[in-house]
């Protein structure tokens, strides 16, 4: 069933695409951006989380993609990006891209190594700790409502390059070694679930699954106040929010999937399922105190699926939830159940 409110084709979009039939990241893919990012990405452990009352008895772990040097995932994706153009290009040259800011501090380090300039628009309302952490990388930062317009706007103006944050080939590659470090640990999980913003990590994680381990179901979680590849699948188009999105799970707020990734999340997710701000807040508290990792809301949103009872995961199954960040200020309000 599609959701009311009216669809409108975001900028990036191309409306009359056959999705179906676009070309997806590959195992090979995913493998050579490991080897790129040998020396710039590390190799984050899976964390075993205490068992949580009320839930069936599954042995849940947790890749802790928090312990990053940039505190997320999303410097996997944006320096396997950087680093594929320069072996393409013979060399690297400025970018600029936009962000709510974990891919911006990603995206600044992975620049300063190369010894190039990164600008990144940011909205407004960002949160503080991801802006300081941008800059501390090296970045420049642009605070703008438009992101999509400043960001074309200012590459233009500067004859740099653009880098999407998440619809990219490379940058999906660079996600998709979380799952090749998932699978050197537990080679067969039941489930892994991880959550999504504009698709990108859910993409490159269900690539290397559906080669290596089938058998797994990959379930993505999103905010309900910005389910926005949830509302692109249930359209079966590309499509934005009716509304803006919004959630303090400030890493997963992106209006809309983007091409490449929604033609990913159509043939590799197995489920979507969304969850609430006083589910995601509850469970951001119990998965601080279950794991003695501190992460960021946008990381809790996948302990918020499995406690909504929304999925159908036998008793001893064996699930890893990805913890995509843990950018956030320690005394953040909402880490109190």
């Given at each position: 069933?599609?959701?009311?409110?009216?669809?409108?084709?975001?900028p990036?979009?191309?409306?009359?695409r056959?999705?179906?039939?676009?070309?997806?990241?590959t195992?090979?893919?995913?493998?050579?951006?490991?080897?790129r990012?040998?020396?710039?990405?590390?190799?984050?452990p899976?964390?075993p989380?205490?068992?949580?009352?009320?839930?069936?008895?599954w042995?849940?772990?947790?890749?802790?993609?928090?312990?990053?040097?940039?505190?997320?995932?999303?410097?996997?994706g944006?320096?396997?990006?950087?680093?594929?153009?320069?072996?393409?290009?013979?060399?690297a040259?400025?970018?600029v891209?936009?962000s709510?800011?974990?891919h911006?501090?990603?995206?600044a380090?992975?620049?300063t190594?190369?010894?190039?300039?990164v600008?990144?628009?940011?909205?407004?309302?960002s949160?503080?700790?991801?802006?300081?952490?941008?800059?501390?990388?090296?970045?420049?930062?642009?605070?703008?409502?438009?992101l999509?317009?400043?960001?074309?706007?200012?590459?233009?103006?500067?004859?740099?390059?653009?880098?999407h944050?998440?619809?990219?080939?490379?940058?999906i590659?660079?996600?998709?070694?979380?799952?090749?470090?998932?699978?050197d640990?537990?080679?067969?999980?039941d489930a892994?679930?991880?959550p999504v913003?504009?698709?990108?990590?859910?993409?490159?994680?269900?690539?290397?699954?559906?080669?290596?381990?089938?058998?797994?179901?990959?379930?993505?979680v999103?905010p309900?106040?910005?389910?926005?590849?949830?509302?692109?699948?249930?359209?079966?188009a590309?499509?934005?929010?009716?509304t803006?999105?919004?959630?303090v799970a400030?890493?997963?707020?992106?209006?809309?999937?983007?091409?490449?990734?929604?033609?990913?999340?159509?043939?590799?997710v197995h489920?979507?399922?969304?969850?609430s701000e006083r589910?995601?807040?509850?469970a951001?508290?119990?998965?601080?105190?279950?794991?003695r990792?501190?992460?960021?809301?946008?990381?809790?949103?996948?302990l918020?699926?499995?406690?909504?009872?929304?999925?159908?995961?036998?008793?001893?199954?064996?699930?890893?939830?990805?913890?995509?960040?843990?950018?956030?200020a320690?005394g953040?309000?909402?880490?109190?159940?």
């Amino acid at each position: 069933p599609r959701r009311p409110g009216a669809r409108v084709a975001t900028p990036w979009f191309d409306p009359g695409r056959d999705h179906a039939l676009m070309d997806l990241v590959t195992l090979q893919d995913v493998r050579d951006a490991a080897a790129r990012l040998r020396d710039t990405a590390w190799p984050t452990p899976l964390v075993p989380c205490d068992p949580l009352p009320g839930l069936p008895s599954w042995n849940i772990l947790v890749k802790a993609e928090n312990l990053q040097h940039t505190g997320s995932f999303k410097v996997r994706g944006a320096a396997n990006a950087l680093f594929a153009r320069s072996e393409r290009e013979g060399g690297a040259r400025a970018v600029v891209t936009y962000s709510a800011g974990n891919h911006g501090a990603g995206a600044a380090y992975a620049a300063t190594r190369l010894g190039i300039g990164v600008t990144v628009c940011m909205p407004p309302a960002s949160v503080p700790v991801k802006v300081a952490a941008v800059r501390r990388f090296g970045g420049r930062v642009v605070l703008t409502d438009d992101l999509i317009g400043t960001t074309r706007s200012l590459a233009a103006e500067a004859g740099s390059a653009v880098l999407h944050p998440f619809d990219d080939h490379d940058v999906i590659a660079g996600q998709g070694t979380v799952g090749l470090e998932i699978l050197d640990h537990c080679p067969n999980p039941d489930a892994v679930i991880v959550p999504v913003g504009g698709g990108g990590l859910v993409s490159g994680v269900g690539t290397v699954l559906a080669a290596l381990s089938p058998a797994t179901r990959i379930i993505g979680v999103e905010p309900d106040g910005a389910a926005s590849m949830s509302h692109a699948l249930a359209a079966g188009a590309l499509v934005s929010l009716p509304t803006p999105a919004r959630s303090v799970a400030d890493g997963l707020t992106a209006p809309a999937p983007g091409e490449i990734t929604y033609a990913h999340a159509r043939r590799l997710v197995h489920r979507m399922v969304s969850v609430s701000e006083r589910e995601i807040l509850g469970a951001w508290a119990r998965m601080i105190a279950a794991t003695r990792l501190f992460v960021e809301p946008s990381a809790a949103v996948t302990l918020a699926a499995l406690r909504s009872g929304e999925l159908d995961l036998p008793d001893g199954a064996t699930v890893v939830l990805v913890a995509s960040g843990g950018n956030a200020a320690p005394g953040a309000p909402g880490l109190r159940e």
